[in-house]
């Protein structure tokens, strides 16, 4: 049998597992099911990539393949002054520092445009903070202040992260592209092309189903039939959104196959499959 907390009157917390006005059950959940699993399987998950990503931004070797133009995204573009020169399409500025990854000048913002993402927010609030851990499983925290605070303040600034993402996936279609001519200034076809190509696709999806890129084409408008253009692509993104946290590990397996593809080419582990040239 259970009871409700005390009236706000009596002393008891506002907000949180607590609050006044919530069931006041002795144990955790009533949930029988495995509830732990998917929190447990996006923390390995996300660990799992974030290990291997960080990894892979500081070893400064493996990322580029010349003789067909592969560059991973996640030394695109390669700015600094340590890259190999044919590898940096836009430039060399950044110092060569062991500390300071290749791609130092995109990175940081495609890691809070994740960060910052409805659906990382959900994944990570639940399998790292445990906030709550699923539904109708009480967290740990006495108390609940939401995101009304600093650092969680930063999540409204999701918008111009996603700016910057859609940037730098113009960026990403750029090294595609380009990777199909050769160091011999020739069309090339192989196996790397496929997947820079399908990354590429998966981006886009992603950050085309972002809710700040749905919220920026459909919102602010009073009459949608007076906008018939913006209206269907509202409703194109629309279905995307509803895929968002398939996009999302979509996302995180393409890029991480692609790197380490073309890091197993330029190592020499493999031989890329050509097609043409």
């Not at 998917?38 to 291997?52: D, E, I, N, Q, S």
Request: with cysteine; glycine share 8%; hydrophobic share 45%.
């Amino acid at each position: 049998m259970t009871t409700t907390s005390p009236a706000p009157s009596s002393g008891a917390p506002l907000k949180g597992p607590n609050g006044a006005g919530r069931a006041a059950i002795a144990a955790r959940t009533l949930r029988n099911d495995r509830w732990w699993l998917p929190p447990l399987a996006t923390a390995l998950g996300l660990g799992a990539w974030v290990a291997y990503a960080t990894v892979r931004a500081f070893m400064q070797k493996d990322y580029f393949v010349a003789q067909y133009e592969y560059l991973t995204p996640f030394y695109s573009p390669c700015v600094s002054k340590g890259c190999i020169p044919e590898s940096s399409h836009f430039g060399q500025f950044l110092p060569d520092q062991w500390w300071l990854p290749y791609a130092a000048l995109t990175l940081p913002f495609l890691l809070l445009f994740r960060m910052t993402c409805y659906y990382y927010r959900k994944a990570y609030y639940r399998a790292f903070w445990l906030s709550p851990p699923a539904c109708a499983v009480a967290e740990p925290h006495q108390k609940y202040t939401g995101e009304t605070r600093f650092p969680l303040l930063g999540q409204n600034l999701h918008r111009y992260f996603f700016y910057a993402a859609a940037l730098i996936s113009v960026i990403n279609t750029y090294d595609a592209v380009k990777a199909f001519q050769t160091a011999d200034h020739e069309f090339g076809f192989g196996l790397g092309n496929i997947i820079l190509i399908v990354n590429v696709i998966a981006l886009w999806a992603y950050t085309a189903s972002c809710h700040s890129c749905r919220s920026l084409i459909g919102g602010r408008l009073n009459h949608f039939s007076k906008h018939p253009i913006r209206y269907k692509l509202w409703g194109w993104v629309s279905k995307l959104n509803g895929r968002h946290m398939g996009l999302a590990w979509l996302t995180l397996g393409t890029l991480a196959l692609t790197d380490f593809y073309i890091m197993a080419v330029s190592a020499g582990w493999i031989d890329d499959l050509r097609f043409i040239n």
